[in-house]
T-cell receptor
Framework: GENVEQHPSTLSVQEGDSAVIKCTYS??????FPWYKQELGKRPQLIID?????GEKKDQRIAVTLNKTAKHFSLHITETQPEDSAVYFC??????????????FGAGTRLFVKA | GAVVSQHPSWVICKSGTSVKIECRSL??????MFWYRQFPKQSLMLMAT?????????EQGVEKDKFLINHASLTLSTLTVTSAHPEDSSFYIC????????????FGDGTRLSIL
């Protein structure tokens, strides 16, 4: 079945350094890739997304890249700050066999930014 | 825009009680809503997809008679945990997506359910 793998499961960086989280997907029908940030005890919030017709998207300190051929996409956070500490989830979404759209989430990456 | 309200945020009740959780899309219509369960320090586990006006689609291993889902309108889905037991204690989160579109899901604040 469809699957989204996310690495690493835990990532610890020093404040000011960059953090990179990588995901791979298996379903060729996936064409929309959102990233969510979940702080402890709170809801996952959309931070950036990318569609399959572009290879890269940037929003201030956050960027996402997509390699459709390899079925890889990555989240890049530059100049990390302690408030970036959270769990990050990638997801892949596309047309489902049964109609409608199906979204599959990665297992999450726990990011620690040390001050 | 795209606000999802989930209520209640916290429930503590005795074993055997049934608990209803509401998920509302406040400023958009959502023909599809999703119910997730999340254990501490773990990922989002999709339980079921709630479809307005039709039966929910449950993921493998999720008991449909245990977790009743009703999606009676374009802005409201409810999850009822029937005869809850301590093993049902968890963090339940709903999400909603705009009608018939490959758009991001917007999540509610979640409901922390504790069964004594």
């Amino acid at each position: 079945g469809e699957n989204v793998e996310q690495h690493p499961s835990t990532l610890s960086v020093q404040e000011g350094d960059s953090a990179v989280i990588k995901c791979t997907y298996s379903d060729s029908a996936s064409n929309y890739f959102p990233w969510y940030k979940q702080e402890l005890g709170k809801r996952p919030q959309l931070i950036i997304d990318i569609r399959s017709n572009v290879g890269e998207k940037k929003d201030q300190r956050i960027a996402v890249t997509l390699n459709k051929t390899a079925k890889h996409f990555s989240l890049h956070i530059t100049e990390t700050q302690p408030e970036d500490s959270a769990v990050y989830f990638c997801a892949a979404s596309g047309l489902a066999n049964t109609g409608g759209f199906k979204t599959i989430f990665g297992a999450g990456t726990r990011l620690f930014v040390k001050a | 825009g795209a606000v999802v309200s989930q209520h209640p945020s916290w429930v503590i009740c005795k074993s055997g009680t049934s608990v209803k959780i509401e998920c509302r899309s406040l400023d958009f219509q959502a023909t599809t809503m999703f119910w997730y369960r999340q254990f501490p320090k773990q990922s989002l586990m999709l339980m079921a997809t709630s479809n307005e006006g039709s039966k929910a689609t449950y993921e493998q291993g999720v008991e449909k008679d245990k977790f009743l889902i009703n999606h009676a309108s374009l802005t409201l889905s409810t999850l009822t945990v029937t005869s809850a037991h301590p093993e049902d204690s968890s963090f339940y989160i709903c999400s909603a997506r705009r009608t018939y579109s490959n758009q991001p899901q917007h999540f509610g604040d979640g409901t922390r359910l504790s069964i004594l």
